[in-house]
């Protein structure tokens, strides 16, 4: 069988080609700003964090928006997922603005969370970097301050915690942090002040009362740490009931478990770890798994900018 294109005897035009200075139009790829000699081979997000600066405007990014992503994955516990939108968020935010800042407070605790405390540190860094007296800056201070005592750092911690305070009187958190590191250097009744003003500051969670238990210990009052640490004691068994009641929707059985059909939902007495950063109020601390209440672990406060 014949082909009919072959019978047509049509010649296809192979065009006329254009100029050899013509420019307007090439297939050899743009000249991106970043020195390819420079870039790790193996950091992926290398040419498409470049690609986003070149094809998408600062001005076509909500930021704000961009940032409550980021906080919706640490609200879901996906936090490499965001690292990397805080990042993104602080890269398109106005330099050195409040939002930039915001975003780079929770990129490091995104990072805490993950027990990456070098990045973490290096977050907050950049945050305070940025403004050492904005509303952030207490937060940056006395994350910045956990970060560095998870990574045996605790002098400069201590130095941050302290900071933190003076950013903000009114940060109980901060009050904790900086009581926590006194105790740590020996200096119990100037703790014990620290944790008076952290309870007095609306920060009432067992862990408090334990550490300010030990303070008082440290500095020869032993009646009244034993008096403090039976109260612990009784805050964490009613928040462990509390929590029981929350899950299965049954008052707690005998011997505080929960009724038939129940779980307890233990609550872990770790009062500093990392929360989640974003707006509306301050928080921190960890739920256990569901079973049997975890035991109390010593540990800094650490958050994000103003709790999730």
């Keep these: 069988m014949t082909d009919e ?6 010649e296809f035009s192979s065009g006329q080609g254009v100029d050899a200075d013509y420019d307007a139009f090439t297939l050899d790829p743009p000249e991106l700003g970043e020195d390819p000699s420079r870039v790790d081979p193996v950091d ?41 939108t805080f990042e993104r968020a602080a890269r398109f935010a106005e330099e050195d603005s409040l939002e930039a800042q915001e975003a780079w407070v929770n990129k490091g605790a995104a990072h805490a969370q993950l027990e990456e405390f070098d990045q973490a540190v290096g977050a907050y860094q950049e945050a305070l970097r940025i403004d050492e007296e904005s509303e952030h800056a207490a937060t940056a201070e006395t994350n910045l301050a956990y970060a560095l005592w998870e990574s045996g750092r605790s002098e400069q911690a201590l130095e941050h915690a302290e900071r933190a305070v003076e950013a903000d009187p009114r940060f109980a958190e901060a009050w904790y942090n900086r009581g926590f590191l006194l105790v740590e250097r020996g200096l119990a009744e100037d703790a014990v002040k620290c ?21 008082l210990e440290e500095a020869g009052e032993h009646e009244q740490a ?8 009784e805050l964490r068994r009613e928040t462990e009931e509390q929590l029981i009641e929350e899950q299965t929707g049954q008052a707690p059985g005998p011997g505080g478990q929960a009724g038939p059909g ?6 872990g007495g770790q009062p500093g770890e990392p929360g989640a950063g974003g707006r509306g109020g ?9 079973g049997e209440a975890e035991g109390p672990e010593r540990e800094l406060q650490g958050e994000g900018p ?3």
Excluded: C, W
């Excluded at 944790?195 to 550490?211: K, P, S, T």
């Design 262 to 267: 129940g779980q307890p939902g233990g609550r």
């Design 5 to 10: 294109r072959d019978d047509d005897g049509h």
């Design 44 to 84: 992926s997000r290398a040419l498409t964090d470049e690609l986003d600066r070149r094809n998408i405007g600062s001005e076509d990014v909500d930021v704000e928006q961009l940032i409550d992503v980021g906080l919706s994955y640490m609200g879901i516990n996906r936090f490499e997922e965001a690292t990397e």
């Design 306 to 308: 103003e709790g999730f």
């Design 195 to 215: 944790f008076d003003n952290a309870i007095r500051l609306g920060y009432r969670d067992a862990g408090v009362l334990e550490e300010k238990a030990r303070a």
């Design 282 to 290: 301050r928080s921190g601390g960890r739920s256990g798994q569901d």
């Design 226 to 233: 034993e008096e403090v640490a039976d109260r612990a004691e």
